[in-house]
């Protein structure tokens, strides 16, 4: 029973890992507390949802597409909007990002109202069965989307002309740009990649659970503790961020109850903070404390 | 100057109808709010988001004492104000260790986290929230005396921070903002310092979350610690000038009634009409009114 509880709980981690990592980049490269996270994430759920009421899509299938929406919404906002104020100071672009949250909140309510809407799919509730385990169908596929989504932006960051561009502007935004380095462009990038992960992260959400513009919210409480388990600013940090919270959250609940299940993530994340603030897996990648 | 404003505010209440009266009580709400957070975050430099945490946190004191113990609502609104301060003393120490936006997530980590719990407990009422009992006044008694209460506890803020400014204290506290190393070396106490700022400014926030219970007459965990109104008065004190006296309370007076005049027209567009107003605030006056004015002064005196 626990067990099945747990797997249930960790299964839902590969989700995570992509919920968080964005938010983790955005600050690692520029030093931005994203709080548009959250509605990034219901931004990607909604597209995905209207992709299916009127075409009949895949919520699998409409991933690229909500993907590259995305970008291309993200890097607008960050190369005409975030770059005119981050450098006056980080305070200034953190609060800008509270404001597009809430306007991107204000049209999801305006679009699809407040209701709570689900894609069926008809293998909604298929599942396998493996040593008396049920493992829902659904969701092992949003795990593993999930996790390789993560994991192709660490190759991109890692592999590629651009990625290594980004990393060197999170190392030094001044080496960087003496080097060639085109800062505004790769900031630019940076955030349409964050936002692409995040509405990638929604459609699977889309995809398992039921949403609601009100989930913004929680997913952006949810990034934060994953960002700051797996280390501010490590991408790969994110997949064991994302992981140690679904299944502390699938602990809590076993032990406490469902009503536990925000709380236990939200402990943890201040415990994190307090005790390693620069994450569980340790060593800092780009961010500084 | 001031003493005209105060007369007028004083006048007020007896002359004007119920919504502007109710109206004026939210702007010294909310101006109660930033110019708390002015404490911690314009002078010291430690942007605490999560603040309103102590708004619920009086909130809950105020009302858990009144409905569960039936207290008077006097003891309760000092327990609001009591409480509030001593969860700031508790969490200052682990938490105001942390530097910059570790130091902000941690205040929201805090509010997030306070809001489950009390979601969670039995004698706060959960997720129904708690119904306060009825104060005993007409409507237009009551009104007033909530207007008079809110202005009493605005004008004690104000006056803290007016003192706060002056002290050793303030000057510490803007050592800390400009190089909080450099505090340490010449022998502030940096530590004791941010705590009694978060102190004090927990102390103003609470007096307001119980004020703010018993004016409702409803506390709902949803609204008490929504991180929506946190960003809302930390906007204010930045519209204003963070680290001034009167900029927080100008920065309320603008964006509460602008606010409450065009939402009042538009409730469906209510937060993108604060989300565009924030962006505006940010492009437009991001060093806030009060440097703003000062400038323009000073342009002209050169002139």
Not at chain 1, 4 to 26: E, H, M, T
Not at chain 1, 78 to 106: D, H, K, P, W
Not at chain 2, 127 to 137: C, D, R, V, Y
Not at chain 2, 185 to 205: C, D, E, R
């Amino acid at each position: 029973m626990l067990t099945q509880q747990l797997v249930d709980a960790l299964l839902i981690g590969g989700v995570y890992a992509a919920v968080g990592v964005g938010f983790s980049l955005i600050y690692g490269v520029m030093n931005i507390i994203n709080l548009a996270h959250g509605s990034l994430i219901m931004m990607g759920a909604y597209t995905t949802y209207q992709m299916f009421v009127s075409f009949q899509l895949n919520p699998f299938l409409s991933i690229p597409l909500a993907m590259v929406i995305w970008f291309v919404i993200g890097y607008a906002l960050q190369r005409f909007v975030l770059n005119r104020v981050i450098a006056t100071g980080v305070l200034m672009s953190m609060i800008l990002t509270y404001g597009v949250e809430l306007i991107l909140l204000n049209v999801a309510l305006l679009l699809w109202g407040a209701d709570y809407r689900t894609i069926n799919l008809p293998y909604s509730n298929a599942s396998l069965s493996w040593d008396g385990l049920a493992i829902p169908v659904l969701h092992l596929a949003a795990f593993g989307a999930g996790l390789a989504l993560t994991a192709l932006l660490y190759l991109y960051l890692t592999r590629t002309r651009m990625g290594r561009a980004i990393q060197a502007t999170a190392l030094n935004r001044e080496a960087a740009r003496m080097v060639g380095v085109r800062v505004d462009h790769v900031y630019g990038v940076t955030y349409g990649l964050a936002a692409a992960l995040a509405a990638a992260a929604g459609s699977l959400l889309a995809a398992v659970y039921t949403i609601t513009p009100g989930m913004e919210n929680d997913y952006l409480g949810k990034a934060f503790v994953i960002a700051v388990l797996g280390g501010l600013g490590n991408v790969w940090g994110a997949i064991v961020g994302g992981l140690v919270l679904a299944l502390a959250e699938g602990l809590g609940v076993a032990t406490l109850g469902p009503s536990y299940q925000l709380a236990t993530g939200f402990f943890i994340f201040v415990l994190v903070l307090v005790i390693r603030p620069h994450g569980l897996v340790g060593k800092r990648f780009y961010a500084e404390l | 100057m001031l003493p005209l404003l105060a007369a007028a505010l004083i006048v007020l209440p007896f002359v004007a109808s119920g919504y502007w009266v109710r109206l004026a009580t939210d702007v010294f709400l909310f101006a109660i709010l930033a110019e708390s957070v002015n404490l911690i975050s314009g002078y010291a430099g430690y942007a605490a988001l999560g603040n309103v945490v102590f708004l619920g946190t009086g909130a809950y004191a105020t009302g858990t004492l009144m409905v569960d113990l039936h207290l008077p609502f006097l003891v309760g609104l000092a327990a609001a104000g009591l409480v509030s301060a001593a969860y700031a003393a508790l969490l200052g120490l682990p938490i105001l260790r942390l530097r910059g936006h570790y130091f902000v997530m941690g205040t929201i980590g805090i509010d997030l986290l306070t809001r489950e719990v009390v979601y969670n407990l039995g004698f706060t009422g959960g997720g129904q929230g708690l119904n306060m009992p009825i104060a005993p006044w007409s409507p237009p008694a009551l009104y007033a005396v909530f207007y008079f209460a809110m202005l009493a506890v605005l004008a004690a803020c104000v006056l803290c921070t007016f003192y706060v400014e002056r002290s050793r204290l303030g000057f510490g506290l803007r050592a800390i903002r400009a190089d909080e190393e450099a505090a340490t070396v010449v022998g502030i106490p940096t530590t004791a310092y941010k705590v009694t700022a978060w102190v004090l400014s927990a102390f103003f926030t609470g007096l307001a979350g119980g004020l703010y219970a018993y004016w409702q007459t409803y506390v709902d965990p949803g609204v008490v610690f929504d991180i929506v109104t946190s960003v809302q008065f930390f906007v204010m004190m930045m519209l204003g000038g963070m680290g001034t006296l009167w900029g927080p309370l100008i920065g309320a007076c603008v964006i509460e009634v602008l606010g409450q005049l065009i939402w009042g027209q538009f409730p469906t567009v209510h937060y993108l009409v604060l989300g565009l107003l924030i962006v505006a605030i940010v492009l437009g006056l991001p060093r806030g009114i009060v440097a703003w004015i000062s400038e323009r002064g000073q342009r002209r005196a050169t002139a």
